[in-house]
C-alpha cells in the first residue's frame, strides 16, 4: 500500500495506472476510520481495480465555530486499517498540500441546502463540493464511495457530479450501525457515557417513524410532532433538525408518499450526531 502526501505525486500515480486501463475506485474520508468507512471500501474493492482513499480533515467544510481542531485524528491507526482491507493507495496531503494559498474560484451548492445539516451548517456543502471537485480531478476515479449516513452529502455530491460533468459513478453505501442502533460515526467517542448511552433512541425514533407511516399515518407535519415529542423525551441533548421530506429532492411535503428521508440531528456537549432512514412509501 502506497501513502501519497503530495498532489504531484497523486497525479504521477493516477496516470501510471490509467496507462494501464485499470479502473480507480474512490472513497473520501476525513479518517479516524471505522466500520462504516471500511464497507464503503469493501464496496470499492469488488467493483474496481484499485481502490484510493483519502484522509484530508478538510477546514474549508468546518464553520467558525466548529470542531476543525478537535476532529478525531489518528493515521497510523488508519493505515493499519486501509492496509488490512487492501486499499491501493491513501492519499493523505496536509492543509498546505491542498490550499497552498487562498482558493481564487469556489464552489457553492445552490440546490437542496436550505433544508437539515445545510441550513443548521451554513457553507458546509460549499467546503464540501470544493474539495471533492480537487480530489475528483487529482484522483480521476472511476466511482466513488459515499455513505447514506451523509443522505444529502449524496444528494449534493449527485448534483455536483451531474452539473460538472464529472465522468465518475457516483456509488451510495448503506449506513453501518453498532449493535445497539447507533449510526457509526468518528465523533462517536466525544459522547459522554452518558450521552453514548442513549443515543441509539435517535435510531430507535427512527424505526417508529417507520412503524407509523407502516400503520397508515400520512401526514408530516403531525408524523414530525409526535416524532420530535418522543425523542425530546428519551435524550438529553438538544434537537437540531428532525424533518420528513422527498429523497433525493429534499423537498418539503404535506404527506409521506414515494421515496422520503426521515432525518435527524441531535447537538450533545461536545458532538453533534446525524442519522436518518430512507423509505419508499407506497
Ligand atoms: P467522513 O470521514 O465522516 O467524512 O466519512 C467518509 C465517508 O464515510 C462518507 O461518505 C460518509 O458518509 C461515510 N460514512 C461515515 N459513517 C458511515 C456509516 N456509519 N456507514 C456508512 N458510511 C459511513
New binding site residues.
Given amino acids: 500500500m502506497k501513502i501519497v502526501r503530495t498532489i504531484e505525486d497523486m497525479q504521477q500515480q493516477v496516470q501510471e495506472l490509467k496507462a494501464q486501463n485499470l479502473s480507480i475506485g474512490f472513497?473520501?474520508?476525513?479518517?479516524?476510520?471505522?466500520?462504516?468507512?471500511m464497507?464503503?471500501m469493501e464496496e470499492a474493492k469488488k467493483h474496481n481495480d484499485i481502490v484510493v482513499i483519502s484522509?484530508f480533515v478538510n477546514p474549508l467544510q468546518f464553520g467558525p465555530n466548529e470542531d476543525f481542531d478537535s476532529y478525531p485524528r489518528d493515521f497510523e491507526r488508519d493505515e493499519k486499517i486501509a492496509e488490512q482491507l487492501g486499499v491501493d493507495v491513501v492519499f493523505y496531503p496536509s492543509v498546505d498540500q491542498m490550499y497552498p494559498k487562498p482558493l481564487s474560484i469556489k464552489m457553492t451548492v445552490t440546490d437542496r441546502t436550505n433544508v437539515l445539516c445545510g441550513r443548521s451548517r451554513p457553507g458546509h456543502f460549499d467546503g464540501v463540493a470544493t474539495v471533492l471537485t480537487k480530489l475528483f480531478h487529482i484522483i480521476q476515479p472511476s466511482r466513488a464511495?459515499?455513505?447514506?449516513?451523509?443522505a444529502q452529502?449524496?444528494a449534493v455530491v449527485d448534483g455536483l457530479i451531474n452539473d460538472f460533468n464529472f465522468p465518475i459513478e457516483l456509488v451510495p453505501?448503506?449506513?453501518?450501525?453498532e449493535e445497539d442502533g447507533l449510526?457509526?460515526?468518528?465523533?462517536n467517542v466525544r459522547l459522554t457515557p452518558e450521552e453514548r448511552k442513549e443515543a441509539p433512541n435517535i435510531y430507535k425514533t427512527l424505526q417508529v417513524a417507520k412503524e407509523w407511516i407502516a400503520d397508515g399515518e400520512r401526514d408530516t407535519n403531525k408524523l414530525t410532532d409526535r416524532l420530535f415529542a418522543s425523542l425530546e423525551t428519551t435524550i438529553s441533548g438538544s434537537i437540531d433538525y428532525l424533518e420528513i421530506l422527498s429523497y433525493p429532492e429534499l423537498g418539503n411535503i404535506d404527506s409521506v408518499d414515494g421515496k422520503i428521508i426521515i432525518a435527524i440531528a441531535v447537538k450533545y456537549s461536545n458532538v453533534r450526531l446525524i442519522d436518518n432512514i430512507i423509505i419508499d412509501v407506497a
Fill in positions: 472513497v473520501p474520508t476525513m479518517g479516524f476510520l471505522h466500520e462504516g468507512h464497507s464503503l484522509i464511495y459515499f455513505g447514506l449516513k451523509d452529502q449524496v453505501v448503506p449506513t453501518v450501525r449510526a457509526k460515526s468518528s465523533r
